[in-house]
């Protein structure tokens, strides 16, 4: 295991990833933060470097939960499902003005919103979410999702808000233990984007992925775009969405999957705090037809009957045994984490950046190219040791990319 | 001295007071909240009560001093002296929705900005203050200011963080210790608001403050309206911009101000946390021409010299023996505690509301009809046992006000 840094110098690599790598800020810059109460002191450390990397102006939005509880609690619908005039107003002038957007997650409380009514706690303003995917698909900022450790999200992960802990795991999977954290994303988003480069050109019909209890096939798209790594703004300038990343990925042809899957991490469902183990998922045509599991299966059935699309995938990813979020070995209770630690897939919504020119196209064009839509998208991981990942040509014909748990060496 | 609720009691019957009377929340009504960090724990009660009593939405708004040092260190001035467009925007909607705006102070660092240049911590985003003084004084809003106990802030007071001690003496001042702390707040907006409509219909020409070491003389403008307790909206909800409030006051003709005040309590000078013991301030044909201290009076010299109006009285006020300020037996280290404790006169900006139509008149105006103007406003107390306060009419008759710190029978 790698040497932990100490706390000061942890946190200021932490910052410096955040800013240098994750959202790339240049000088004269607006930076834009959202942070819980509890990630105050790595939004400081962040706010600082920014200022430090030549930030016009680094302003913190900082999330209560317990406000949020209330609002859950009391405010008339209306005012859950949609947002002021005012926050629409700041999306775009942030989008004018080519921002950096930069969001903390690792919930500090995973029980907030127990007891309350489901159908409101999942109440979102529409008109915010639809602005604010507008924004970030739109080529014009640029933006990274974070978590910060915190002592709520580490009693999630070991039983006790062991946060030192939780730094040393994360500290891991995010190579905060590298002299120059900048350096070592640097050369990760070289390394997964020149495999989804190499993925993409080879013009796959479909992937196919075996291990123990999994042998599933999802055909893809014509002319489907790999990812990995970071994204490019529409200027040129490159920078990384999520932080960790180990994935390169894309969205398949929703109509065409056949198989069996049987994770090989638990799943921990996010809204519920509730970890499902043993979880096996069969396919026909496209669509989920079956689950099983030994612990929290009726909590993915309610979940594939949200809408239409919640029961066709919505991504393909492959992730090798070099991961580092593999190497920390800890389940995270967090997806920013969880679906990096293998080859896994999501159910749910597709990325228009899955086809080429896709990011122009509307929804409906989206899906007449195959594209899945649903409110929801779940990850879930597949891979580890003795898993393969074919992929499957047009003409039949069959390239290796994942061999038992590692990139095959064309695309090492 | 009344017995102090337990601390859950106290939060509640705080938040009560905040939301019930401070901003006098209306059923359907916008909420937007401002709060440091430090402050959250208060922050969320309000935000609860607030949509107990029955608010559409209430915004939390939390600063970051931490955060704000960062861009005082680092920005560009530009961004240190205008806010975003945004922020303006957020600030029209309330307007024009009616909303209630509450803001807490009680600062947790006294020693947040120390060491950094006095003209950047001291800079401030101009079309944000132009906006947000249009909207205090436009009518169509409630607004309140509260301060919220918090360790930093009990640290300044005592010397050590006693947050029990601070909680204890704002519950004082506060009346918390009332079980009907709505109804004790309406009672005192009613005998404040009564006593000044009655110093309002006696036209006075002048007061004379009389003490140990202080006999001053200011004249006031013709028309002069007294405010205490609370201001109403257009359509005639009341509301309390300042709790707590003990005071009757108004702003005086600039230009006539004669004799010496020796002031009664210590002093705080906000920004640099000093305290300025012994001051005696002397006054000349409206302005201040001497002043000497036993301790500090090089930072009141500085101030007065901040501009051409820092010299001349912006405010004179009247406060009597029974003020549950004077009652708590501390220096609170803030304004809107201590300048409750005695009678007292500011010298710097005046309020338009001084004049009858005043918040209908532009700047030029106001000054034309003698009213003060100047980037500072600093309240100084002059009150105490053995003052007297009397109200000289225009035929040079004298109605006594205040007879021994405590207010004369007509006005009680």
């Known amino acids: 295991m790698p040497v932990t840094p100490a706390p000061a110098e942890r946190l200021q690599r932490y ?10 800020v240049q000088p004269g810059q607006e930076v834009f933060l959202r942070a819980d ?16 990397a030549g930030a016009f102006r680094v302003t913190v939005e900082f999330q209560d939960a317990r406000v949020r509880r209330s609002a859950l609690e009391h405010a008339p619908l209306e005012a859950l499902t949609s947002a002021p005039e005012w926050m629409l107003a700041r999306l775009r002038e942030l989008d004018e003005a080519g921002a950096a957007l930069i969001s903390l997650t690792g919930n500090a409380d995973p029980h907030a919103f127990d007891g309350l009514p489901a159908e409101r706690v999942s109440a ?3 008109n915010l979410a639809q602005e604010s995917r507008r924004v970030t698909l739109g080529g014009r900022v640029t933006w990274t999702i974070l978590a910060a450790p915190n002592p709520g999200w580490a009693g999630a992960v070991f039983g006790e808000p062991d946060v030192e802990r939780l730094w040393a795991a994360v500290g891991v999977a995010m190579r905060l233990d590298e002299d120059d954290v900048v350096a070592a994303w640097r050369e990760q988003h070289r390394k997964l984007s020149g495999r989804a ?45 999520n932080l960790p990343t180990e994935e390169v990925f894309t969205s398949p042809d929703r109509s065409r999957a056949d198989g069996t899957i ?20 069969e396919f026909a045509g496209g669509r989920i037809v079956d689950v099983t599991a030994d612990s929290g ?27 580092r979020v593999r190497a920390a ?15 896994h897939v999501a159910w749910g919504q597709a990325f228009p950046f899955a086809v080429a ?5 509307s929804s409906e064009q989206l899906a007449a190219l195959g594209l899945n839509t649903s409110s929801v998208h779940t990850d879930v991981v597949v891979g580890g040791p003795g898993v393969d990942v074919d992929g499957i040509l047009p003409d039949g014909g069959v390239v290796p990319i994942i061999v038992d748990d590692r990139w095959a060496p064309e695309f090492a």
């Open 124 to 126: 979102v303003p529409l």
């Open 297 to 323: 299966v009726d909590l993915v059935r309610a979940e594939l009957d949200t809408d239409e699309g919640a029961r066709s995938l919505g991504e393909v990813s492959l992730v090798d045994g070099s991961s």
């Open 357 to 361: 020119g896709g990011m122009d196209k």
């Open 37 to 52: 109460l509890e990630h105050a002191p790595i939004a400081e450390a962040i706010a600082e470097e920014a200022y430090r």
């Open 329 to 343: 070995g800890v389940v995270f209770h967090d997806t920013l984490f969880d679906e990096n630690a293998g080859c």
């Open 262 to 281: 049987r994770l090989t991490r638990p799943l921990v469902m996010p809204r519920a705090g509730a970890v499902v183990e043993g979880l096996v998922v």
């Open 15 to 24: 910052a410096q990833l955040a800013v240098r790598v994750g959202a790339n």
């Open 197 to 241: 480069g190499a993925l993409t050109a080879l013009g796959l019909d479909a992937v196919r992925y075996r291990g123990e209890g999994t042998d599933l096939t999802v055909g893809l798209v014509p002319g489907c775009v790999w990812t990995g790594g970071g994204l490019t703004r529409d200027d040129g300038l490159t920078y990384m969405p």
